[in-house]
């Protein structure tokens, strides 16, 4: 296992991230929204309703990832009908957007900090309407009811952990003035230990119980919201909140090793990528390797680089175009690029294919993007919840890097998003900016099928290592045979357009050796790669398995009745 959990705080830390249960599971990366969800449980509520609580919790526990001024793709498993729906929340450009929006006088890229920080970078927020979308047509609880966890714990306050100490150690540059005033009172920094009261995203809360959450998109917190903005520099009206809608979109689906598997289809390309991966890893028999071969390595990170450069090129919002989905997952296609991994060295030549040659709709030219390390830092949220009716809900939200924009609606309690920044900069491919169109993300919440029944349900955060982070993690069950809390602690690498590898400590020194030998670049220095949060079914025992990653403070729970 990548973790050691001998010591008694470890084991502790380790009892907390994992639980068993007969008829529930909640997981989710912070304990105050797993108790939320866990309490929507107790009393009766069904997975829909206990991962609206859990989102709530975590504005009030990891309002860095996440929150109401943010965007999510809730993706529902409906045990009775066995059907899937993904509803869309993902965010929006305001009606004022334009393809030059992050172009300076001379239409060249503005930095990355500074487009990502500015009012312009906003897009319009939409996890609250999916979740509410999903409520009506499968909860069973009000609203109101749902919120009340999360309230409670903005009203009476909130232990930073070591996670938010870290992120406001590690980005304070991106805070606004209001979020400065909560996160960094009198100028210092809010520490591992400190306690500190959310009144007004508490305030927030208490009028969406009361007045629903048509008051986000049409009252008073949409006029707090536009009017943030404006003093900004901001390019959101009132008319882009009220007309925002979301979609009830299907997933995209594929097989691996005798499963199917559902992720998150268009405008994400998360799951699109991670199905790509794993149809190009197919062709390998992976169970041969160790799982700290050199080998697994090399493949993995191959099979990336090819995937990769196909999402980069091809991805994009459907509503605004053409996208060749058919074409980037044909066998055939798959395999013609499968034989660009040669065990030999790097492969230099890896660039996007022509899935155009494998399905239908109107090409379009690819523009390339330049490079930007600090863009690939973003964070989100997942989680994941399962119900004693067999339904199961994966989420993945965001308010898209950490902290957002670092805008704080005055009075309100919660930060924007950056999600803007999600489009091309460099105007003229399928994800140029444009009104009402949403920007292309990673985000890949997945349940996994055998024999037409839910298995393993789970996703995580991590801006484009995401994808990393999820087809690893099925790997290492699927392949190596890992039970799930192992399957998620194994250490990960990633690899996408980028020159460098990330990698996790505790990968093989001697197989990272080996890799550079064959041309490979990796990063100075481990850093954590997402934050998987699953749920695994063992229907012969009767028992599922929830996990929570030690990379931050996750916890699982489960109820036997």
Not at 183 to 204: I, N, R, S
Not at 316 to 338: H, Q, S, T, V
Request: proline share 5%; charged share 25%; aromatic share 8%.
């Amino acid at each position: 296992m990548g973790k050691d959990f001998k010591t008694r705080s470890n084991r502790s830390k380790f009892d907390r991230e994992t639980a068993t249960g007969k008829i529930s599971m909640a997981a989710s990366a912070h304990p105050v929204a797993t108790d939320a969800g866990e309490k929507i449980l107790k009393e009766g509520g069904n997975a829909i309703d206990a991962a609206i609580a859990i989102q709530f919790g975590l504005n009030v526990g990891e309002p860095m990832m996440t929150g109401i001024g943010g965007s999510g793709f809730f993706m529902v498993y409906h045990a009775e009908s066995k059907t899937v729906k993904i509803f869309d929340g993902h965010t929006r450009a305001p009606s004022a957007a334009h393809s030059k929006l992050f172009l300076d006088d001379n239409d060249e890229v503005i930095p990355f900090r500074k487009r990502s920080t500015h009012a312009s970078a906003v897009g319009v927020p939409g996890i609250l309407k999916a979740m509410e979308e999903a409520r009506k047509e499968y909860g069973t609880k009000p609203l109101a009811d749902l919120i009340e966890p999360a309230a409670q714990a903005a009203e009476k306050g909130v232990d930073v952990n070591w996670v938010m100490d870290q992120s406001l150690k590690n980005f304070e540059y991106r805070l606004g003035d209001h979020a400065r005033e909560l996160f960094m009172p009198g100028g210092k920094g809010l520490c591992e230990g400190d306690v500190y009261q959310k009144e007004h995203l508490a305030k927030t809360f208490r009028i969406l119980q009361r007045d629903g959450i048509e008051s986000f998109y049409e009252g008073e917190i949409a006029e707090a919201i536009v009017s943030t903005l404006k003093d900004l520099g901001g390019i959101m009206e009132l008319s882009d909140l009220k007309s925002y809608r979301i979609s009830i979109d299907e997933p995209v689906w594929g097989t691996y090793r005798g499963h199917k598997i559902a992720s998150c289809n268009m405008p994400s390309a998360g799951g699109t990528t991670m199905l790509q991966i794993l149809k190009i890893l197919e062709g390998f028999d992976l169970s041969q390797y160790n799982a700290k071969s050199w080998e697994k390595y090399y493949l993995f990170t191959e099979a990336m680089r090819i995937a990769f450069s196909d999402k980069i090129a091809f991805s994009g919002d459907p509503e605004f175009g053409d996208i060749p989905l058919k074409g980037m997952l044909n066998e055939e296609y798959l395999a013609n690029r499968r034989e660009l991994i040669n065990f030999e060295r790097r492969n230099d030549s890896v660039d996007f294919g022509n899935p155009w040659a494998y399905s239908d709709g109107k090409e379009i030219n690819v523009v390339r993007q330049p490079f930007e390390p600090d863009k690939e830092r973003s964070e989100t949220t997942h989680f994941t919840v399962m119900d004693k009716w067999g339904n199961i809900v994966a989420c993945t939200s965001t308010v898209e890097h950490p902290f957002g924009s670092g805008i704080m609606v005055k009075d309100h309690g919660f930060v924007l998003n950056n999600e803007l920044t999600d489009f091309d900069a460099v105007p003229g491919g399928l994800n140029e900016i444009q009104p009402g169109k949403r920007p292309v993300s990673c985000k890949t919440p997945t349940i996994v099928f055998k024999d037409d029944e839910p298995v393993l349900t789970l996703g995580s955060p991590g801006g484009p290592t995401i994808v990393g982070s999820v087809f690893q993690t099925i790997v290492n069950v699927l392949d190596f045979g890992m039970d799930l809390k192992e399957a998620i602690e194994e250490p990960r690498i990633f690899n996408s357009s980028g020159p460098l590898i990330g990698w996790e400590a505790g990968i093989s020194m001697e197989s990272k050796g080996k890799m550079e030998s064959m041309g490979f670049e990796f990063a100075d220095g481990p850093f954590p790669i997402g934050n998987v949060q699953a749920i695994q079914i063992d229907r012969e025992k009767g028992l599922l398995y929830g996990a929570a990653d030690s990379s931050r403070e996750g916890k699982a729970a489960g109820l036997d009745d």
